[in-house]
């Protein structure tokens, strides 16, 4: 099969863009120095690159809603900025373990970066006639062992203490931080939590108690470090494992530097970019580096491919690299485009999170394909040499590619053979996988965005178990009409909505000036001006958990253990219905129900949905793209099924695992079905370069099959791995992430070598084709 035959025909519309690559064989100085310059801004942007350790920027939306609960944030500073230390021990209410505990509140006090912190030493008696209350736990503990019991008993029957800050079981205590966010952003997070645990190691030495720390600035911390740790992991993994491929089957580490340069620097530039312009690594931006990786190697591999078969052939490097351009080139042009597709899809998610990734993925995907169609041709010409010893009749046969041709050649043949047998197995399975996928439930879990191999969430299970959990729901009061805080009817509005949240919802561990207000009513005196008076009393850092700066707004705090959102948004709505009656009742009062368990419950299902939604239109809008790139309605219907089919079965996987569809595993499949796709534009476009006038279809499926069949399998298999480096993440949603990743490639790949060829076959027999004539054109200058 000469050059001219392979050339002649091209029935891809990429616009030229491919023959960007003949620019760099025409001016390779200038170009090389563009891409140096290009790869030192590169480098330069990539020390630019921060970290967004946010739990909420999942959820940023332009709406009301949102805008309330970044309003706490500002009004509360201490609601969403707490550090709690969970501290068990069998004996923790005994002497020597109380003393310790004690010792440990002092010493944390002192650390530079705290401004407070709560503990069930906090606690006070009731008031004396003075209005003098003394602490349940003085410093100088009791000697008397009965004095002792009595201390521990009224500690332990607190309404304030037990089930909040102590467990029923005496085994478990809680201690809440509060952090100085001044000093936290001057000295970082890590060296203030770093001196709290230290802080804790030392005290709690020999004493039989355990202590573990969680809050928000602790799984920021957390999901910091994971993110810092996996780029290192990724790129290593990734870089390795491609490398190793190229060299194995190539057998030319010329040829393998080829196909690993291009989407090195297609990382180097795309981080580079965006650290210049102001992005932040984040938990999907993590999997940015890989994406990159595998995106552009994906095509380098078929260039190289192309490149090799043709110095096989007798041609020099020149004519094999213009021939890779001029009939892969297009190609890559289309598959590129695809992916761009998928990555813009994600820009219409309310998600700000998701927005961003489909904004960096969009420009990565720019940049990859510049990376190769621009920088593969100089790097072939330049690493290329002495071309002609690669030619069949002076070099033995290359056994793991022709191996890997050969076994794609006997694939293709059982399936030809029996073409309407395999589309119909691929029709069933593919409304089989559908209904799973269909039926797959959205879920959402804070655990899944937080390493959980670190201490954060070991401490949140435990207060998730003892106490009543540890994931804040907020209910803001605010009032514009100048009523005073410390009136009748602003702290019969607070009582009415701290009621509903503990009787009527169910929450523990309530917070507000109710609080404060119930303990004095006990103590016989809640009248309104010793209600103000004893929050004269409070330290700052906990007047400002429930009473704002201005007291024209106050907060009701209660906990919920995390769970999945869809158990805690029943929660939510019945927090919602039995606030309607104090709304109604007071009309110059705003309740509002937030907090990050409320902004998640609500919007995940929904934002998950939209994204699940946008999948089939992807894949349909793909199919049209390439029905119009080929000229041909019959691309665009047959592309339909090996294009949808291995995201069904990657739901289906799902499905059967019992597991939900997560932001994670909907982000993949929107994203790995622009990849997975890479492969069947690479067949079409060899497939209608190998039909013949008067020649059988399944001759030409063949020819184009094996041509391209080796270098996909390679490609899938690198795609597979470099993606699925992710399940070594600390993250649990990253893990789903290579999961489903990996999983989809595979059965990408089982679309792309068997349905596709088969539906393709009846296709053909059904629609009879016409290869088109054209004369002969030489497009190797």
Same mark, same amino acid.
């Given at each position: 099969? *000469?050059?001219a035959?392979?050339?002649?025909?091209?029935?891809?519309?990429?616009?030229?863009?491919?023959?960007?690559?003949?620019v %760099?064989?025409?001016a390779?100085?200038?170009?090389?120095?563009?891409?140096?310059?290009a790869t030192?801004?590169?480098?330069? %942007?990539?020390?630019?690159?921060?970290?967004?350790?946010? @739990?909420?920027e999942?959820?940023?939306?332009?709406?009301?809603?949102f805008r309330r609960?970044?309003?706490?944030d500002?009004?509360?500073?201490?609601?969403?900025?707490?550090?709690?230390?969970?501290?068990?021990?069998?004996?923790?209410?005994? !002497?020597k373990?109380?003393?310790?505990? &004690?010792?440990?509140t002092?010493?944390?006090?002192l650390?530079?970066?705290?401004?407070?912190?709560?503990?069930?030493?906090? #606690?006070?008696?009731?008031?004396?006639?003075?209005?003098?209350?003394?602490?349940?736990? /003085?410093?100088?503990?009791?000697?008397?062992?009965?004095?002792?019991?009595a201390?521990?008993?009224?500690?332990?029957?607190?309404?304030?203490?037990?089930?909040?800050?102590?467990?029923?079981?005496?085994?478990?205590?809680?201690?809440?931080i #509060?952090?100085d966010?001044?000093?936290?952003?001057?000295?970082?997070?890590?060296?203030?939590i770093?001196?709290?645990n230290?802080?804790?190691?030392?005290?709690?030495?020999?004493?039989?108690?355990?202590?573990?720390?969680?809050?928000?600035p602790?799984?920021?911390?957390?999901?910091r470090?994971a993110?810092?740790?996996?780029?290192?992991?990724?790129?290593?993994?990734?870089l390795?494992?491609? &490398?190793v491929?190229?060299?194995?089957f190539?057998?030319?580490?010329?040829?393998?530097?080829?196909?690993?340069?291009?989407?090195?620097?297609?990382?180097i530039?795309?981080?580079?970019?965006?650290?210049?312009?102001?992005?932040?690594?984040?938990?999907?931006l993590?999997?940015?580096?890989?994406?990159?990786?595998?995106?552009?190697?994906?095509?380098?591999?078929?260039?190289v491919?192309a490149?090799?078969?043709?110095?096989?052939?007798g041609?020099? !490097?020149?004519?094999?690299?213009?021939?890779?351009?001029?009939?892969?080139?297009?190609?890559c042009?289309?598959?590129?485009g695809?992916?761009?597709?998928a990555?813009?899809?994600? @820009?219409?998610?309310?998600?700000?999170?998701?927005?961003?990734?489909?904004?960096?993925?969009?420009? =990565?995907?720019?940049?990859?394909?510049?990376?190769?169609?621009?920088v593969l041709p100089?790097?072939?010409?330049?690493?290329?040499?002495?071309?002609?010893?690669?030619?069949k009749?002076?070099?033995?046969?290359?056994?793991l590619?022709?191996?890997?041709g050969?076994?794609?050649?006997?694939?293709?043949?059982r399936?030809?053979?029996? /073409?309407?047998l395999?589309?119909v197995?691929?029709?069933?399975?593919?409304?089989?996988?559908? &209904? &799973?996928?269909?039926?797959?439930?959205?879920?959402?879990?804070?655990?899944?965005?937080?390493?959980?191999?670190?201490?954060? @969430?070991?401490?949140?299970?435990?207060?998730?178990?003892?106490?009543?959990?540890?994931?804040?729901?907020? +209910?803001?009061i605010?009032?514009?009409?100048?009523?005073p805080?410390?009136?009748?009817?602003?702290?019969?509005?607070?009582?009415?909505?701290?009621? #509903?949240?503990?009787?009527?919802?169910?929450?523990?561990?309530?917070?507000s000036?109710?609080?404060?207000?119930?303990?004095?009513?006990?103590?016989?005196?809640?009248?309104?001006?010793?209600?103000?008076?004893f929050?004269?009393?409070? /330290?700052?850092?906990?007047?400002?958990?429930?009473?704002?700066?201005?007291?024209?707004?106050?907060l009701?705090?209660?906990?919920?253990?995390?769970?999945?959102?869809?158990?805690?948004?029943?929660?939510?709505?019945?927090?919602?219905?039995?606030?309607?009656?104090?709304?109604?009742a007071?009309?110059?009062?705003?309740?509002?129900?937030?907090?990050? /368990? =409320?902004?998640?419950a609500?919007?995940s299902? !929904?934002?998950?949905?939209?994204?699940?939604?946008?999948?089939?239109?992807?894949?349909?809008?793909?199919?049209?793209?390439?029905?119009?790139?080929?000229?041909?309605p019959?691309? =665009?219907?047959? *592309?339909?099924?090996?294009?949808?089919?291995?995201?069904?079965?990657?739901?289906?996987l799902?499905?059967?695992?019992d597991e939900?569809?997560?932001?994670?595993?909907?982000? #993949?499949?929107?994203? +790995?079905?622009?990849?997975?796709?890479?492969?069947?534009?690479?067949f079409?476009?060899?497939?209608?370069?190998e039909?013949?006038?008067?020649?059988?279809?399944e001759?030409?499926i063949?020819? =184009?099959r094996?041509?391209?069949?080796?270098?996909i399998?390679?490609?899938?298999?690198?795609?597979?791995f470099?993606?699925?480096?992710?399940?070594? *993440?600390?993250?649990?949603?990253?893990?789903?992430?290579?999961?489903?990743?990996?999983?989809?490639?595979?059965?990408?790949?089982l679309?792309?070598?068997?349905?596709?060829?088969a539906t393709?076959?009846?296709?053909?027999?059904?629609?009879?084709?016409?290869?088109?004539?054209?004369?002969?054109?030489?497009?190797?200058?």
């Amino acid at each position: 099969m *000469s050059t001219a035959d392979d050339q002649h025909r091209n029935f891809v519309s990429s616009f030229g863009l491919e023959r960007l690559g003949l620019v %760099g064989l025409r001016a390779p100085a200038l170009v090389s120095v563009l891409i140096a310059i290009a790869t030192v801004l590169g480098l330069m %942007g990539l020390t630019k690159l921060q970290v967004d350790d946010s @739990l909420s920027e999942l959820f940023r939306t332009n709406t009301d809603e949102f805008r309330r609960y970044e309003a706490i944030d500002r009004k509360f500073p201490s609601s969403e900025y707490d550090v709690l230390v969970v501290v068990e021990g069998h004996d923790l209410l005994q !002497r020597k373990q109380l003393e310790a505990f &004690a010792g440990l509140t002092t010493e944390l006090q002192l650390v530079d970066g705290v401004s407070g912190l709560v503990s069930m030493l906090s #606690a006070r008696a009731k008031p004396d006639a003075s209005g003098y209350a003394a602490p349940l736990v /003085p410093d100088e503990l009791p000697e008397d062992g009965a004095a002792y019991d009595a201390m521990i008993a009224s500690l332990k029957s607190n309404d304030i203490v037990k089930g909040k800050f102590l467990s029923d079981d005496g085994q478990l205590a809680m201690i809440i931080i #509060a952090l100085d966010r001044k000093v936290v952003e001057e000295q970082t997070a890590r060296v203030v939590i770093g001196n709290i645990n230290a802080v804790i190691d030392e005290q709690l030495q020999d004493t039989g108690l355990t202590a573990k720390i969680t809050g928000a600035p602790v799984m920021q911390l957390e999901i910091r470090n994971a993110v810092e740790r996996d780029q290192i992991l990724y790129n290593g993994l990734g870089l390795l494992f491609g &490398a190793v491929i190229a060299v194995i089957f190539f057998r030319r580490v010329s040829l393998m530097l080829v196909a690993a340069l291009p989407p090195v620097l297609a990382v180097i530039w795309s981080l580079g970019i965006l650290g210049w312009m102001g992005f932040k690594l984040n938990l999907f931006l993590n999997v940015m580096t890989p994406l990159i990786m595998v995106m552009g190697f994906a095509d380098s591999m078929q260039m190289v491919s192309a490149i090799r078969i043709r110095l096989r052939e007798g041609d020099n !490097r020149y004519e094999a690299v213009r021939f890779a351009i001029n009939i892969v080139g297009p190609a890559c042009v289309l598959a590129h485009g695809v992916a761009l597709l998928a990555f813009l899809a994600l @820009l219409f998610s309310e998600s700000g999170l998701i927005r961003t990734f489909g904004m960096a993925g969009s420009i =990565a995907v720019c940049v990859s394909f510049i990376a190769v169609i621009l920088v593969l041709p100089i790097l072939a010409v330049m690493f290329i040499r002495n071309e002609e010893n690669l030619a069949k009749d002076r070099t033995p046969a290359d056994k793991l590619m022709d191996g890997l041709g050969v076994i794609v050649g006997e694939i293709v043949d059982r399936v030809t053979h029996r /073409p309407y047998l395999y589309t119909v197995l691929g029709v069933v399975l593919f409304f089989l996988f559908g &209904a &799973a996928f269909v039926d797959l439930p959205t879920r959402y879990r804070l655990a899944d965005q937080v390493p959980d191999r670190e201490q954060a @969430l070991d401490a949140t299970s435990r207060i998730d178990q003892k106490l009543t959990g540890a994931n804040p729901v907020h +209910v803001m009061i605010e009032w514009k009409d100048g009523t005073p805080l410390y009136s009748e009817k602003t702290l019969g509005v607070i009582g009415q909505v701290h009621n #509903a949240l503990e009787k009527e919802a169910g929450l523990g561990n309530v917070w507000s000036l109710e609080s404060l207000r119930r303990w004095l009513h006990e103590a016989g005196d809640d009248k309104i001006e010793t209600v103000q008076k004893f929050v004269g009393f409070l /330290p700052e850092h906990l007047v400002r958990r429930f009473i704002a700066d201005g007291q024209s707004s106050v907060l009701v705090t209660g906990r919920l253990p995390d769970v999945d959102s869809s158990h805690i948004l029943p929660v939510v709505e019945k927090i919602d219905r039995s606030l309607d009656p104090v709304r109604a009742a007071n009309p110059g009062f705003e309740i509002s129900v937030t907090g990050l /368990p =409320a902004i998640a419950a609500r919007n995940s299902a !929904r934002m998950i949905d939209q994204l699940k939604e946008s999948i089939p239109i992807c894949v349909a809008f793909a199919g049209v793209l390439l029905g119009l790139a080929f000229r041909s309605p019959f691309v =665009a219907v047959v *592309s339909l099924l090996p294009g949808l089919f291995p995201v069904l079965a990657s739901g289906a996987l799902l499905w059967g695992l019992d597991e939900g569809l997560e932001f994670a595993s909907v982000v #993949a499949l929107l994203v +790995v079905f622009g990849l997975g796709i890479d492969a069947l534009i690479h067949f079409l476009n060899r497939l209608r370069l190998e039909e013949r006038k008067g020649d059988a279809p399944e001759h030409a499926i063949r020819r =184009a099959r094996v041509l391209v069949g080796p270098a996909i399998i390679l490609t899938t298999i690198v795609l597979a791995f470099g993606l699925g480096v992710t399940v070594f *993440s600390d993250l649990p949603s990253l893990r789903t992430f290579g999961l489903v990743c990996g999983f989809t490639l595979l059965a990408s790949l089982l679309a792309d070598l068997v349905f596709l060829p088969a539906t393709i076959m009846v296709g053909r027999r059904l629609w009879p084709h016409k290869p088109a004539e054209e004369p002969v054109r030489d497009v190797s200058g």
